[in-house]
């Protein structure tokens, strides 16, 4: 579920990244070159009715072009104003305005056709150039009128421009961050709800899943419940079946071992071993009124437990143990279950031994128990036959009987594998590995 969660954030988030990265600056560089492009054409009508103003004031009688008593834009009387304007006869000009006489812009020496316009961007500056031709009783006249803005005077409109849509693009991607967070606390805060349920479920504390939940969220806890239902009822089916059946088989066994023609020790060692599986099974219908799946058990408390015993079970042997835990590791299952897999196997492990075993545990994404001895190992050809249950090696005189077959069997159900391999340390080596979290 925390996984589901982490799905679905992740999914919210990749979209609000894809609007605050891709669209936001695309809307943004938008409007912006849309802006500049309005300003252009604006500047550009500006300059032509600064050109036709200019037009309008030459005396078109006269010897020589005369504006000097011209009525001028005021921008082309400011020296700094960054408006100019030039008038050109055979490639030479023969006025300028106020606002260029120390100013000296390169002009395009391309012929004009009369009445042809241009407007074109160059060394800084927007140019609006327009050719004349007109004669009178003096002679003809070919002129090219310009009027030149300086790049700086739209750069700075465009910049105020872009500093107010800054801000208030920076205001909508507040606003949809705050949208982005309470539309994740929404969407999430039902499956929070139901992953904190769920563990309460695993840890015993409710029995069932409740309270309202979304229409897509409901079915979901609907089935769960279902089956948390169905699973307690085969449970309980399970349990009274297995217990019945073993309690039915104790009084035949009790009963066969104090017969006279069971002593010889071949009859009384498989009376032993199916008084082992019986109590293991009786064992197994009595355990914990939860199921596997709800359990959480801490191993570090119960392999020290397990060695405490067997120091005193295998007293007479002065077995040196040696056990790696590190931090606390947890088993996914009944506490029973781990008993009986380290309990079988570190068992088994000092029947066989010398005089040291060696138990490990590890835990990054399985759980890994290993548990080693320095007897006298175990043949490759045999390993497969040592779980074949009541089967018993010839290299080992007691243990690796019934055991073995309950350990694997323990091993499978849940979803784990068991190993045998050479130790180091000259004996066999057992490896369990089971799922650190079925979830």
Known sequence: M?????????RQMVVFFGIIVLVLPAVFLSIDQAFRQSQVKALEQQLEANLYTIIGEIDLDAEQVD????????????????????????????????????????????????GESSFVFSEHYWRYSYALFYDNEFGTYNLVLHVLQHESTLAAQVDKFRQII??????????????????????????KKLDIQIKQVEKGMIQFISGDFPKELTRVKEDLNLLISAQE????RYRSYLSDLTHALKTPV????????????????QL????????????????????????????????????????????AKDIAFEHQLGQQ????????DLMEILGNLIDNACKACVQQVKVSVTQAKP?????????????????????????????????????????????????????????????????????????
Request: proline letters at 5%; hydrophobic letters at 40%; glycine letters at 8%.
């Open 367 to 439: 759980l890994i128990l290993m548990v080693e001895d320095d007897g006298p190992g175990i043949k490759p050809s045999q390993r497969e036959k040592l779980l074949v249950r009541g089967q018993r090696l010839d290299t080992y005189t007691e243990g690796h009987g019934v055991g073995m077959a309950i350990v694997s069997d323990l091993v499978e159900s849940y979803q784990g594998t068991l190993e045998i391999s050479d130790s180091p340390m000259g004996g066999a080596k057992f490896i369990v590995s089971l799922a650190s979290n079925p979830h």
């Open 2 to 10: 925390n996984k589901l969660s982490l799905s679905l954030k992740s």
């Open 166 to 191: 800054i801000r208030w693009f920076g205001a909508i991607a507040l606003i949809l961050i705050a949208a982005l967070a309470f539309g994740l606390w929404s969407t999430l805060a039902p499956i």
């Open 272 to 315: 032993d071993r199916m008084t082992s599986i019986i109590e293991h099974q009786l064992r197994k219908a009595s355990s914990g009124g939860e199921d596997v799946w709800k359990k959480k058990t801490t191993v570090n408390p119960v392999l020290d437990k397990l060695i405490r015993v067997m120091s005193k079970i295998h007293a």
């Open 67 to 114: 504006i000097s008593n011209a009525s001028l834009p005021p921008l082309l009387n400011q020296g700094d104003s960054g408006t100019l304007a030039l008038i050109e006869q055979t490639n030479q000009v023969i006025w300028r305005s106020d606002s260029a006489l120390n100013l000296h812009p390169v002009l395009s020496r391309s012929s004009y056709s009369p």
């Open 329 to 336: 590791h947890h088993f996914y299952g009944d506490e029973a």
């Open 254 to 269: 009790a009963v066969l071992r104090s017969s006279p023609s069971c002593t010889e020790p071949a009859v009384t060692e």
């Open 233 to 236: 009822r085969q449970k309980n």
